[in-house]
């Protein structure tokens, strides 16, 4: 049969893993695609630059609209990340006959719904598994899989990077700081890992999983997104002791008929499948009204597992499984979209971490604030501190460890505007959500 003729937008990290794929594995790939998957061009920005795989002068080009306009290219492959100029090569495939494979979560989240209607319109067809949790299948669960069911809850731990650094410092008892350059040692995180250990990149991930399983389309500006930037090694050393893990934990979750939706690094109970999640792994667990709960676990960081989940998306397309698939199943608009919950009215339990002077009547001045506001305080945890600090001084600064009982989460933001004027406590202080 002909071959199915790629052209690569991006032959970076990913686009490194796609390459590589292809040409070893070329003869596994063409039998389960039913016809050779050969790539036609690729855009790069340095003509010069060493790379996994060997291409010759006539297939490199630095101008990516040359690979997305070519006519004997058939699928394009997005994988340069951002919005500019992604959307506009992503819409010049699509005006040009091409089907469109990409990683960018980002595009996806925030102009996913008109790149698909305009795909449907010139009868083309874009996949996107690679732009959340790796190589864990996920889009064709909820998508397909899961079709049966109603989504009701779902809890993700979709960051790769944010995972391996949270394992990295709990289990080598090493520092935030320790951790997160491991990870870029290791081509987990980029060299500015902001996009995710701010957060932002399981939020965008989560708003793509949100509109496939419950039709709302919501960007990360319209729900609470925290990330790990701000936890010590102690905050997993107490939770644990409590016996809890802490993960990036970004929900969804149905409660009495609106959708409850946040990004926060979160304590969550030993025993659960999601707290055992470790390194960078990706791990999802959905709740269907028909099958219960059902876990997705894989690689969720680093070239190969990206890689291999676009080029099963290209083995979908070559053998037409996709294009049914994207034709049918509208998921941009097969659900009436489920209301956002207002952030305020979030009911969980919390975990807050402060330094405060030891004091008398420290913990009695929290507690009142707390209670104020209707907080009921579950347990307390303080170490005993020395007399003196390191400095000879009297009163040392020791830290409290709160867990509360259930409450609102505009109760909470307005006893942390409170607590910010106790002169005992010193900024800053840590709260954290907890699972149950």
Known sequence: MEPLRIGLVGLGTVGGGVGRILEQYAERNALRAGRPLVIQKAAVRDLTKPREIELSASQLTTDPFEVVTDPSVDVVLELIGGLDPARKLVETALEHGKDVVTANKALICAHGQELFRKARELGRTICFEAAVAGGCPIIAAIGQSMASNQIVSLEAIINGTCNFILTEMFHKNVSYADAVKKAQALGYAESDPAMDVEGTDAAQKLGILTQLAFGTRVVPEQFPVQGINTLDLDDLKYADELGYAVKLLATAKLVEGKLELHTQPTLLRHQRPLA?????????????????????????????????????????????????????????????????????????????????????????????????????????????????????????????????????????????????????????????????
């Open 276 to 436: 055992q999640c470790d390194n960078a792994y990706n791990m999802i667990e959905l709740t269907g009204d028909s099958v219960g709960k059902a876990w997705f676990s894989a690689m969720g960081a680093g070239q190969m597992a990206t890689a291999s989940a676009v080029v099963a998306d290209v083995i979908d397309l070559a053998i037409g499984r996709a294009q049914l698939t994207f034709l049918k199943l509208d998921v941009w608009g097969s659900h009436t979209p489920v209301p956002l919950q207002e952030a305020a009215e979030i009911c969980r339990r919390y975990y807050f971490r402060f330094n405060v002077e030891d004091r008398p009547h420290v913990i009695a001045d929290l507690a009142d604030v707390f209670g104020r506001h209707e907080i009921s305080l579950a347990s307390v945890l303080q170490k005993e501190a020395s007399e003196v600090d390191e400095s000879g001084e009297s009163h040392p600064i020791v830290p409290l460890v709160f867990m509360t009982h259930r409450t609102l989460e505009g109760s909470v933001q307005a006893a942390n505007r409170e607590l910010a004027e106790l002169a005992c406590v010193r900024a800053p202080w840590v709260c954290l959500p907890v699972a149950d």
